[in-house]
């Protein structure tokens, strides 16, 4: 049955999941084959071997396609895997125009291993859609958007963004790992390819790395899964198993998180030591009517600086947090702390960091479902 029509915390439950066909079971079993007996040479049930498909990953894909509104899911075996498939669609003498504040493992895929196959990216400030038109021309293929962005949570006007890339006929991708499908369905915004590190709130219990990618095109979709099966960063069956049973709380989570984050970032704006707060559900953030439009709600995820702007003042409250723990990634019921210059964002160099407003003392926060009354006592502590 399709579920295509419900409303998302209905189509989170049941997307995708069909009772097994063998036993009736209610949840996808794991499939743990690497192959399948053919009754005879080519003959066989839809599957041959399972990089090329696997019932519970294809589960996972069907689902994903209806949580994002799209047509087809692919499943990778990381959000940089999902991140490495898309720039596959494109060829030497390309040029990719990204958003210049982003994740430090897709700047680094991007300037470290595809420049030197001749792809040309382009890093600007896409705050404001229009600065994308002066990088446009006819080597030009694919807008990158992240929205809100990794640290600094700006915002991304995603059809302004769409619009421009009609006009010239380009792909936009959007990774909505941040707000997730729960806050945030780029498709409908006129995003041709979505992308998520699944790892994080989709997964939502820090126990598996997933990528994922999403499209509303037949020709997008046999293209890319083409470059799935030929290149084969496919995820097994047990995490592609972890991240359906994570999408069915995804609603749940997610309004705790939306709401635990927004108690912590008014709070931490009163703080004395606090230079400056982001998170984009501020009235005076300059993304703030564009998120209103586009997502359903501004998300967990909080940065913020300190009035004493060093390394080692961020330091000194990364080591003092108790509930919130010092790690890399986000998206778990649990909350983290983390230092983007010296952790996810190192492989940025510094002064391209500080030009784009990553500034040495900055903290990233991804607020957890824990009592919200623990956690600010635990950053009261820390901050001293």
Not at 69 to 97: H, R, W
Not at 248 to 257: E, G, I, N, P, S
Request: glycine share 8%; hydrophobic share 40%.
């Amino acid at each position: 049955m399709s579920h295509h029509n419900h409303k998302i915390a209905t189509k989170l439950i049941h997307a995708g999941v069909e009772p097994d066909k063998a036993t009736g079971a209610i949840m996808t079993p794991i499939y743990q084959t690497s192959t399948y007996v053919q009754t005879a040479p080519g003959e066989h049930k839809g599957y041959e071997y399972s990089r090329t498909q696997n019932p519970t990953r294809e589960a996972l894909e069907k689902a994903l396609a209806a949580i994002e509104n799209g047509k087809y899911g692919l499943c990778f075996g990381s959000g940089m895997a999902a991140t490495d498939a898309v720039i596959k669609l494109l060829q030497p003498g390309d040029e990719v125009i990204v958003a210049n504040d982003l994740y430090g493992g897709t700047y680094r895929i991007f300037t470290k291993i595809f420049s030197n196959y001749h792809i040309r990216f382009h890093f600007i400030d896409m705050s404001d859609a229009e600065n994308i038109r002066p990088y446009i021309n006819e080597n030009t293929k694919i807008i990158w958007a992240e929205t809100p962005t990794n640290p600094l949570l700006n915002i991304v006007d995603i059809a302004a963004c769409s619009k421009i890339a009609k006009e010239h006929n380009l792909l936009l991708v959007v990774d909505n790992t941040f707000a997730s499908p729960y806050l945030q369905n780029p498709i409908d915004q006129g995003a041709d390819i979505v992308l998520h590190s699944a790892t994080k709130y989709l997964g939502g219990h820090s126990d598996v790395v997933l990528g994922a990618l999403i499209v509303k095109t037949d020709d997008l979709y046999e293209r890319l899964a083409f470059i799935q099966n030929s290149c084969g960063a496919v995820p097994g069956p047990h995490d592609a198993w972890l991240v359906l049973r994570g999408i069915k709380t995804l609603h749940v989570r997610m309004q705790r998180h939306c709401e635990n984050g927004e108690a912590i970032a008014r709070w931490l704006l009163k703080h004395d030591k606090i230079e400056k707060v982001l998170w984009c559900g501020f009235e005076n953030h300059p993304g703030h009517e564009t998120a209103k439009k586009q997502m359903r709600g501004f998300g967990g995820m909080i940065s913020f600086s300190l009035k004493n702007d060093t390394t080692a003042a961020a330091h000194e409250i990364l080591k003092k947090t108790k509930l919130f723990s010092l790690a890399e990634s986000l998206g778990g019921v649990e909350s983290l702390i983390g230092h983007p210059a010296t952790m996810t964002h190192a492989s940025i160099p510094r002064e391209e960091r500080i030009k784009n407003g990553l500034v040495e003392s900055l903290i990233r926060l991804s607020v957890g479902i824990e009592d919200v009354e623990d956690l600010k006592q635990d950053l009261e502590q820390a901050l001293g």
